[in-house]
């Protein structure tokens, strides 16, 4: 897997808008917040189109974000915001330059796309905040972000959840979130989950989507060979009239409470203020007790 390099003072990140649009005011605070870590923000008028809901149409979104993959000073790619698009625009993408200089991209929730892309062609990526959640993430997320574009450094340890299963698991960490990867099913960007931990979250779904998805990745085979599980935020979920019968944590723990495999629910990742960052791709060691969840990169 590669490894892009890790970033230092005066190095550059790119702010792009991937899928719904963005105003200066949405990036204002992460601007401030990325010169305080010592990085060059890197963007410009592009960032701020919108068509409709996206920011610009599909070809010229694809071809701002082409640009920051080919530009060999860019150092890492900061998506703006999640929402909608990025599946729209991955096909128009080509990846061969971007891999004779590799870079980090950063992001979650529909970002998701571009993480299962990357695993696909065999290179880490960062799923951690955005810009738009700047202003309402915890110090401990934002500093999540430094510490692992800076130093690398993966290394958690949360309490136990009641649906955790104990267990140890040591692979590469793939995933993201739900909805996004129920969309990508049966196409060339889903990873292959086989011997992987991986990591789910999701937001404002209805129960019954949240089984109804899990079941279509249970079927395609996706839950059948993994090696740990790992459960971030499933913020704001739905009931019908009629209630489903489970919380959107039990509907997950069917899935997987007879794989013999570590399972970790309520990690800080996802659409939550306490978002922290996880390298997928990168190997990382799993280990779930009865009193609590760690979660540590491996030394390559």
Known sequence: MISPKLLSKGSKVAIVATARFVTENDIESAVRRLEAMGFIPVYDDRLFAACDQFAGDDDSRAATLQSYLDDPEIDAILCARGGYGTVRIIDKLNFDRFLLNPKWIIGYSDVTVLHAKLQSINCESIHATMPINFNDNTEASLNSLYETLTKGNISYEIENHPLNIKGEAEAELVGGNISVL????????????????????DLDEYLYHIDRMMMALKRAGKFDNIKGLIVGGLTKMHDNAIPFGKTAEQIIFEYVKDKNIPVCFNFPAGHIDDNRALVFGKTTKLEVSAVRCKLSAVES
């Open 182 to 201: 129920y969309s990508l099913l049966a196409s060339s960007s889903f990873h292959n989950t086989d011997g992987k931990i991986l990591f789910l979250e």
